[in-house]
């Protein structure tokens, strides 16, 4: 277990390191984005849309062959073909992505018009399907990566593409004048290098092959996920298709940087711990003491959460004005905790929404997403013209708060795992405590201000140990863990010795 753990710890690590690669463009290019010498409000509101509406459009084209794969990948009968389940899965994903492109990019001025009631938009929209048809293609090799445990070419391809991308949009932006269409070109070319970068990767994993049945079966079994996929992009994105059609542009900007801001925590921490733990929750399905490591990786993921939400709800406002470069956008401190909160149930259900895949009841998953995302559009067309973007950010809150406790509920009937809801109940409470405490103290001159909200930060890990949080052999670990990596001459050893650590299954 501890090996196991000690491997999940490293993976996400590394992961989580590709993950801020990636996301790291948004915020080195925030101070660009809001210059009001490049781009206006109205511009930023503009580009949030078309940032959710590549997200759609992606969610569409994978048509969930990543889980897929993912499923096949490590099926008991099929672990001397994974060369060819990887082939199948990879061209199929190249018919759609084209299929898709060359049906709507001609339908282009029509979006343009649907979204933005004009056609201005159209040409950056057709940017926008070509990007997220080749993010498609990137999403199936990077399965492949997190299948093979390849979280060090995982990290430098990200690496590759955050340079490439960054290099590219800054050259549009500033040198070409081309405002938004540069954002979108760059992010075109950005994929393309990246696919052709892990070409070699793909043919190497790769072998001719197609079987009918398996066909059918990996589309029989992704079905119901690609609904799944769909409703819960629209349920992430549904806020601030809302705002463009209830509020104004201005609301729609406030709204997307203060997403931007908590999405970070998303990326970075969530999805970072799925690519290492994903296949590893499949692995253990069979092993001895299974549950108990699902419920601790619930468990230890939602704290590592907490502690990170705290951290930017608290210096939201500090961060905000160092990021932007107009002050119109510092209206967005005030959601950003509640957005950072609903990110907390973002990863609760992430983890354990498991017991339905493995109990491979995927159409229930699908039927809870459908739900949730009708229940956040009405709880947005009830919010937003009462509370503007604080509505949409309670919508947002209440919705994930939903989709969890309906996947918890219909996942442990499937498949029981003893989590430990009493601790994470514990941690959610004081955890919002400490994050909304912020707005009270941002009034207060910076000195004072910064020293408060270390000590909120600090104080939240011996807050729980007030509260019994800790069981003795974890409290043992952490001062392990202290003492060895606070000794700062042995950090090479250290550091070295995360290479031997080796999977205990």
């Known amino acids: 277990m501890l090996k196991t753990i000690k491997t999940s710890f490293r993976d996400t690590v590394i992961y989580g390191l590709g993950n801020v690669a990636v996301k790291l463009v948004g915020f080195l290019l925030i101070p660009v984005f809001t210059n009001q010498k490049f781009f206006s409000v109205d511009d930023f509101g503009i580009m949030g849309i078309l940032d959710i509406s590549a997200l759609v459009l992606t969610a569409c084209m994978a048509s969930a062959l990543p889980q897929s794969l993912t499923r096949w990948f490590w099926d008991k009968d099929y672990k001397d073909n994974q060369k060819g389940i990887f082939f199948m899965t990879f061209t199929t994903q190249l018919v759609v992505s084209l299929a898709f492109c060359l049906l709507l990019i001609p339908l282009s001025d029509k979006f343009s018009i649907l979204i933005f009631s004009k056609t201005d938009w159209s040409r950056v929209i057709k940017f926008v399907i070509l990007a997220s048809g080749i993010q498609a293609i990137n999403n199936i090799i990077n399965t492949l990566m997190r299948l093979q445990s390849k979280s060090l070419l995982y990290t430098i391809t990200n690496l590759f593409k955050l340079t490439s991308v960054l290099v590219l949009t800054l050259f549009f932006i500033i040198s070409k004048k081309m405002g938004l269409e540069g954002i979108y070109l760059a992010q ?24 009918k049945v398996i066909f059918k079966s990996m589309n029989a079994y992704g079905f119901p996920l690609f609904l799944g996929n769909i409703s819960a992009v629209l349920l992430n994105v549904i806020d601030r298709y809302s705002l463009n059609s209830l509020a104004l542009l201005k609301s729609v900007a406030l709204y997307t940087l203060a997403f931007k801001i908590t999405s970070v925590l998303k990326l970075v921490i969530v999805d970072s711990m799925k690519l290492a733990l994903g296949p590893m929750m499949f692995k253990r399905l069979d092993t001895p003491n299974n549950k108990r490591f699902y419920s601790k990786v619930l468990l230890y993921s939602s704290f590592i959460m907490m502690f990170a939400i705290i951290g930017i709800s608290l210096f939201s406002f500090e961060l905000t004005k160092v990021m932007t470069k107009s002050k119109e956008f510092w209206g967005a401190v005030v959601i950003i905790p509640i957005l950072a909160m609903s990110v907390f149930f973002v990863n609760l259900k992430d983890f354990s929404v498991y017991g339905l895949h493995f109990a491979k009841k995927t159409r229930i998953i699908g039927t809870i997403v459908v739900l949730s995302t009708i229940l956040s559009l009405v709880f947005n067309f009830i919010f937003i013209p009462i509370w503007g973007i604080t509505g949409a950010a309670i919508a947002t809150l209440l919705s994930q708060f939903i989709f969890w406790i309906a ?85 090479k050893s250290n550091l070295g010795s995360l290479k031997g650590i080796t999977d205990d299954l």
């Open 188 to 211: 075109v070319i950005g994929n393309s290098l990246v696919v052709i970068f892990l070409l070699g990767y793909t043919l190497k994993n790769s072998r001719v092959f197609f079987d």
């Open 407 to 491: 996947s918890y509920y219909f996942s442990q009937k499937a498949f029981f795992i003893p989590y430990e809801i009493r601790k994470i109940a514990i941690m959610f409470f004081f955890g919002a405590a400490l994050s909304f405490s912020s707005l009270l103290i941002n009034g207060m001159d910076l000195i004072p201000r910064m020293f408060i909200k270390a000590a909120c930060l600090i104080s939240f890990p011996f807050i729980l140990y007030l509260f019994n949080f800790y069981e003795p052999v974890e409290l043992q670990a952490i001062k392990g863990f202290i003492n060895k990596w606070s000794k700062i001459r042995n950090l």
